[in-house]
């Protein structure tokens, strides 16, 4: 159901890249409620992605980033309020890649390299976004800049790796400029800590499944979908929030606030009966 929360706003939204993202379904409900937009994601995003089948579906512009160059951002924001005819009223950071992850270096084994290039594309690019706008003046006043982020933040998850680091970073500048933007421009700066989601570049991360049904069982009112995300990203973009910011947000079914649930001790229970009988039979064998 749509309420027209957005009816007359402009935005742009970033790393939007097939129908599995959040950002992708954010602009869904975006075009739902009222709001025209530009899309942007990087060159390469766009070879093998499908962001013309959504701009053609929201009747929006792709204007082609990489959202580590200020040279590029600045191109973004320019040609956004052309198009549009105006200062933008929301931005959205859906943005995020470790080289780490996906080359399989743990933790405590880094290619620091590709840790530059996971805090750079994951967090300053946030900065990078926001330092140009701020410049650039290109954000009406009420304004609404949201990022989205992730629990390991603030937690330790076994194989989110480098990624966790980015996200703190992240965390960090929406607080820094969130201050900043508020006070000097009356714009918001937040960020959404949402449950695992299956999208194509969360499904990356070393054991996602398990993570998923872990989360799933942990939460009282289970993981939070890709769309119930975006349904969260249109309030805080509407004026229904203007009071809202340097805020993370945890969008999660409380699992941010659980310590151990039933259903997850019910598994581990089971888990321990199991290995306990395992064990008993081999001690037999012996």
């Not at 800049?145 to 076994?158: E, I, M, N, W």
């Amino acid at each position: 159901m749509a309420y027209q929360l957005l009816k007359g706003k402009r935005g742009i939204i970033f790393g939007a890249l097939d129908n599995k993202s959040i950002a992708w379904k954010v602009a869904e409900r975006a075009f739902e409620e009222g709001a025209v937009f530009t899309l942007s994601n990087t060159p390469t995003a766009l070879r093998f992605g499908e962001l013309d089948e959504l701009a053609a579906k929201c009747n929006a512009t792709v204007i082609p980033a990489d959202a580590t160059s200020v040279e590029d951002l600045t191109n973004v924001f320019e040609k956004s309020m052309e198009v549009l005819g105006g200062k933008v009223d929301f931005v959205l950071h859906s943005i995020g890649m470790s080289l780490n992850v996906r080359k399989k270096r743990v933790y405590n084994d880094l290619n620091y390299e590709y840790l530059n290039k996971t805090l750079d594309i994951s967090a300053i690019s946030f900065h990078k976004m926001l330092q140009v706008a701020f410049k650039l003046d290109a954000i009406n006043e009420w304004g609404s800049v949201v990022a989205l982020s992730y629990v390991a933040a603030q937690r330790t998850l076994y194989g989110y790796n480098d990624m966790a680091d980015a996200k703190a970073l992240l965390e960090s500048i929406a607080r820094s400029f969130g201050y900043i933007y508020g006070r000097e421009r009356r714009i918001r700066v937040n960020t959404i800590s949402q449950s695992p989601t299956k999208t194509t570049a969360g499904s990356g991360v070393k054991g996602f499944d398990a993570l998923i049904d872990f989360t799933e069982r942990m939460s009282p009112l289970g993981n939070a979908t890709a769309d119930e995300c975006a349904d969260y990203a249109i309030t805080l973009f509407s004026d229904l929030t203007k009071k809202v910011t340097m805020q993370n947000l945890f969008h999660d079914g409380g699992f941010s606030s659980m310590g151990m649930s039933l259903s997850a001790m019910s598994m581990y229970n089971k888990s321990v009966k199991i290995s306990n009988i395992i064990s008993e039979g081999l001690e037999e064998l012996d």
